[in-house]
């Protein structure tokens, strides 16, 4: 079977303008009760401590304008549904760049800033900026429908033991705002934590574009996406508010700790029904 994928134009021109990704997304954080855990956790409630558990993260970078990305959107969504069926901390994310936009079909979940994530991973991976990508624990990159690829590459994330720990806290203040309080172990200061809202199992009908015509299914859609940079402690809260609001029969949010200067994943968790 030929695998498609679309390349950004003038990637080499993108790579050399962009400003330092640490500039742009990533904030100081502030201070937050402790907590430890790497398992999946229930809303309103911290998890005992646990040792770090093998995992996979795997990030699709898609596009509604792009025709050789719906295969890759079904084969994330098989691998969520596989990985929640068999109780695999298995954590997909689809990011929706905004380079194809200009071809008919503005992708509505389509960021800018997902467009410079996959950028700053082209500077450290393999250089090209195409869809569909995927990236599984920041290290390895292929063509977003290589289905034996990706399966390959989450068995062998399962089988290597996670080097942090993450606890997530959910809080709603008196205007329904949610933050969340965090706890990371096993990191060092200067690490990142990726805290991601994620909207799951949409349709949606394409009218223009290359994809005019057809009904494109999602699983784990990026909604909100807010990085923060570790301190010594691992502690802190950050604002998590969708706009608009994610249903909450949807919604769940998935976080990630990475080494800020290769973008290697060290652990991450995630909290169903938080809205």
């Not at 134009?9 to 500039?23: E, I, K, T, W």
């Not at 301190?231 to 608009?244: C, Q």
Request: proline share 8%; with cysteine.
């Amino acid at each position: 079977m030929k695998h498609l994928m679309k390349y950004l134009p003038s990637a080499a021109a993108a790579f050399a303008a962009m400003a330092p990704f640490a500039a742009s997304s990533v904030s100081s954080a502030p201070s937050a009760p402790s907590a430890q855990s790497a398992a999946s956790q229930p809303s309103g409630k911290s998890a005992p401590p646990m040792p770090p558990a093998p995992f996979a993260v795997v990030e699709l970078f898609t596009s509604e304008g792009c025709s050789s990305c719906p295969p890759a959107d079904k084969l994330l969504s098989d691998l969520a549904v596989e990985a929640e069926s068999a109780g695999k901390p298995v954590f997909v994310l689809s990011f929706h760049v905004d380079y194809w936009n200009y071809l008919g079909w503005t992708d509505p979940f389509s960021r800018p800033e997902f467009t410079r994530r996959q950028q700053r991973y082209a500077q450290i991976l393999d250089g090209r900026v195409y869809t569909p990508q995927m990236i599984v624990n920041g290290s390895e990159a292929f063509i977003g429908s290589q289905e034996a690829t990706a399966r390959r590459s989450i068995g062998i994330a399962l089988e290597q033991s996670a080097g942090a720990a993450i606890t997530l806290m959910p809080v709603r203040d008196a205007g329904g705002g949610l933050t969340v309080e965090y706890a990371v172990t096993g990191t060092q200061e200067g690490d990142l934590l990726n805290l991601a809202v994620v909207d799951q199992g949409i349709s949606m009908p394409v009218k223009r574009g290359e994809n005019k015509g057809r009904i494109l299914k999602h699983e784990n859609v990026v909604r909100v996406f807010r990085t923060v940079r570790l301190d010594a402690e691992g502690k802190g809260s950050v604002g998590l508010e969708a706009t608009p609001p994610v249903p909450s029969v949807h919604a769940m949010i998935i976080a990630y700790a990475q080494k800020s200067g290769t973008l290697r994943t060290l652990g991450a968790t995630r909290i169903l029904s938080v809205f």
